[in-house]
């Protein structure tokens, strides 16, 4: 079946310019997550969505970010005022259970701020 | 200091060695542990997930956990040049995933 995926791809943008990063996790999947991967940090957990609960927003590293998920499904990772320390690739991952042991991450946005 | 630590490497290999490769975690609520494999310019790959201390073997992937040195490891037997890649240790106790560092392989033809 289809697995998650992300889009776009890449994304250069300009510092101060805001930018959308979009996640469609696998099909029935409750559970989603986002995490930015970058050379000095590694992998870092940014926030989680668990069907109708309040999000856990604790890793968002500044009010800058924000996060939605419409429907239970697709999901949106807003940066505002892009800055050259947010260039990193980020990452979605899904998964079907409550403790989301077993997550599928998708191929992730390599995103530039210039 | 990070809650999972592993040695980024490199490693390289010749083909068909055994590929040992090992993490250290400091939380211990930690109990679900996981290895995951990333090509360049890629997504994770979930490779293998363990519950709590033991082993457990897929193919020519064993993982083993042990609980009481908190200390994570993933063998490949047999290795073949498509394993090259980063392998990421992680492990959680609820659904954040604490990864390490990940350690970049090379198996040499």
């Known amino acids: 079946g289809a697995g998650v995926s992300q889009s776009p791809s890449n994304k250069v943008t300009e510092k101060g310019k805001d930018v959308e990063l979009r996640c469609d996790p696998i099909?029935?999947?409750?559970?989603l997550y986002w995490y930015r991967q970058s050379l000095g940090q590694g992998l870092e957990f940014l926030i989680y969505?668990?069907?109708?609960?309040?999000?856990?927003k604790s890793g968002l590293p500044s009010d800058r970010f924000s996060a939605e998920r419409t429907g239970g499904s697709v999901s949106t990772l807003t940066i505002q005022r892009t800055q050259q320390e947010d260039s990193a690739v980020y990452l979605c991952?899904?998964?079907?259970?409550?403790?989301?042991?077993?997550?599928?991450f998708g191929p992730g946005t390599r995103l530039t701020v210039t | 200091q990070k809650e999972v630590e592993q040695d980024p490497g490199p490693l390289s290999v010749p083909e068909g060695a055994i590929v040992s490769l090992n993490c250290t975690y400091s939380?211990?609520?930690?109990?679900?542990f996981m290895w995951y494999r990333q090509y360049s310019r890629k997504g994770p790959e979930l490779l293998m997930y363990?519950?709590?201390?033991g082993n457990k073997e897929d193919g020519r992937f064993t993982a083993q956990v042990d609980k009481s040195s908190k200390y994570i490891s993933l063998f490949i037997r047999d290795s073949q040049p498509s394993d090259s890649a980063t392998y990421l240790c992680?492990?959680?106790?609820?659904?954040?995933?604490?990864f390490g560092a990940g350690t970049t392989v090379t198996v040499r033809a």
């Open positions: 991952a899904s998964s079907s259970d409550r403790v989301g042991n077993e997550q599928y």
């Open positions: 363990t519950y709590s201390s």
């Open positions: 939380n211990s609520a930690f109990q679900y």
């Open positions: 992680a492990a959680s106790n609820d659904y954040k995933l604490s």
């Open positions: 969505f668990q069907g109708n609960s309040a999000p856990d």
């Open positions: 099909s029935g999947h409750t559970a």
